[in-house]
């Protein structure tokens, strides 16, 4: 399993941090990153540490997330595609999407 080198990654559509953007990118930016023979996955974002669930994109990759925020901790390469999976995926990002897109505006 390869460790992820992007600041916080949260694939999953259903679990992200609580907290807002610039907290959690500060908490990021001054964390220090395990070593790749760490025996622990720890998170970035939030700390959690060993608390992982496994979810896979439905195309390429099986992302290890942190249970608490969902941020992608490690990542393998998937054996084998999963075309609903990755639709299903797809659709959840678009709701989400069309949510944001119609919700009210606040004015500058």
């Known amino acids: ?10 694939p999953e559509p259903t679990i992200h941090p ?3 953007l610039p907290v959690v990118v ?14 622990a996955l720890t998170c970035r ?12 994109d439905g195309v390429f ?3 290890q997330l942190c249970r608490e925020c969902g941020v992608s901790l490690a990542v393998q390469r998937a054996d084998a595609p999963d075309p609903l999976l990755a639709a299903d995926h797809a659709r959840q990002w678009k709701e989400i999407w069309r949510l944001r897109n119609e919700s009210p505006r606040h004015p500058s």
């Open 18 to 20: 609580d907290e807002p």
């Open 45 to 56: 974002v939030c700390g959690n540490r060993d608390n992982t669930s496994a979810w896979h």
């Open 26 to 39: 500060e908490r990021v930016l001054r964390s220090s990153v395990p070593p790749d023979e760490a025996p």
């Open 61 to 63: 990759r099986i992302h």
């Open 1 to 10: 399993m390869r460790r992820r080198l992007k600041p916080a990654y949260c």
